[in-house]
Nanobody, 113 residues
Framework: QVQFVESGGGLVQPGGSLRLSCTTSTIIFRAYAMAWYRQAPGKQRELVARITSGGITNYADSVKGRFTISKDYPKNTVFLQMNSLKPEDTAVYYC???????WGQGTQVAVSS
């Protein structure tokens, strides 16, 4: 069964930083591109960042220059480093494959003063 376990969310002030983590199985981690998605209240889920099995990264225009996606191979973990956070980054963040495979519970990120 494919599973993704996200962590690292929280409440942060505008301009602050958070690092999200996502673990999955070795097979999934090594075979698929991995991605972070987010869903804000009342909005559709959107792709935030993607990293291929070869390490090529892509970002949504709204997060370019602020977010960084990376992988830790020994730990089967994908990270999303989020800097210069804005209120509009508030959402539940999910990781999955790209294209999406299944969804975990996500981790809530709230950016507010």
């Amino acid at each position: 069964q494919v599973q993704f376990v996200e962590s690292g969310g929280g409440l942060v002030q505008p301009g602050g930083s958070l690092r999200l983590s996502c673990t999955t199985s070795t097979i999934i981690f090594r075979a698929y591109a991995m991605a972070w998605y987010r869903q804000a209240p009342g909005k559709q889920r959107e792709l935030v960042a993607r990293i291929t099995s070869g390490g090529i990264t892509n970002y949504a225009d709204s997060v370019k220059g602020r977010f960084t996606i990376s992988k830790d191979y020994p730990k089967n973990t994908v990270f999303l480093q989020m800097n210069s956070l804005k209120p509009e980054d508030t959402a539940v963040y999910y990781c999955s494959g790209h294209p999406p495979l299944t969804w975990g519970q996500g981790t809530q990120v709230a950016v507010s003063s």
